[in-house]
């Protein structure tokens, strides 16, 4: 008999600290915390997943695109199959090698020059484009891994603030007493730790990602320009 009084009392305690009882017994503040960190949750896994989808597709499109720059007899035959794609790759290509063609070194000393800086001007303005494109979102993923700690432990804070009172009130400092107020406030602090692991942790895998990748570019660069001196002996 006892053993099932203690039982009984095991399921109780538990449907207490459920994590629905946690929040629906929260104070108005703390249930506010806990709405804008789910609601941050959602928007960075939002962004995690688009940025895999996006660094993935892009990295086999680049693959691709190495294969064909590698096995095209010429650079007209290569433009040709790459002008009408949007490829960031082919598009840094035919941005570059029709600017080679536009920009025709004269026999002045030092004009060959000219035309391969202006070439690598033009590309750096695309790269960088590139760069601001695949970097859009992060800067939320970033502020989610800074900030979301402070607002959980707001939260936690204001739900332990809110249990003292309540013991003011009822008189009774016993832990049964303490116990639901103080999980209810570190259920935020819980939960604010639950989005900013994963948020910070993406946001340093993509980061690297669009590290690597944006370098790729710059080494195609050196290769056109390479190729493009080549060309002017």
């Known amino acids: ?18 994590v629905f ?11 506010l915390i806990v709405l804008i960190l789910i ?21 086999a499109k680049h693959l691709k695109f190495k294969k064909l720059f590698w096995s095209s007899i010429t650079l007209e035959d290569l433009l040709k199959k790459n002008e ?3 490829e960031p790759f082919a598009n840094l290509f035919v941005t570059c090698f029709w600017e080679f063609k536009r920009t025709k070194p004269s026999s002045v ?26 970097e859009k979102g992060l800067t939320f993923l970033a502020t989610v891994g800074s900030a ?11 739900g332990i603030i809110d249990s003292f009172r309540m013991i003011g009130i009822t008189k009774n400092t016993s ?9 209810e406030a570190l259920f935020a602090t819980a939960l604010a730790l639950i989005v900013t692991i994963p948020a910070v942790m993406a946001y340093n895998k993509i980061l690297s990602e669009i590290s690597l990748y944006i370098n790729h570019m710059e ?6 320009l390479t190729i493009f001196t080549k060309k002017m002996e």
Do not use: C
């Not at 979301?148 to 204001?158: A, E, K, M, N, R």
């Open 175 to 183: 832990l049964a007493a303490v116990a639901p107020g103080i999980a």
């Open 109 to 134: 000393s030092g004009s060959k020059q000219f035309v391969l800086d202006k070439i690598e001007r033009i590309a750096h303005l695309t790269i960088v484009a590139e760069k601001e494109k695949l």
């Open 1 to 18: 008999m006892n053993n099932d009084v203690v039982v009984n009392q095991i399921y109780k305690a538990s449907d207490t600290f459920s």
């Open 219 to 224: 080494n195609f660069v050196d290769e056109l």
């Open 148 to 158: 979301t700690p402070f607002i959980g432990l707001l939260g936690t804070v204001w």
């Open 39 to 59: 609601g941050f949750s959602i928007y960075s896994w939002t962004i995690i997943f688009s940025k895999y989808v996006i660094l993935k597709t892009l990295k």
């Open 84 to 86: 009408s794609q949007k």
């Open 21 to 31: 009882s946690l929040f629906s017994d929260a104070t108005l503040l703390v249930k």
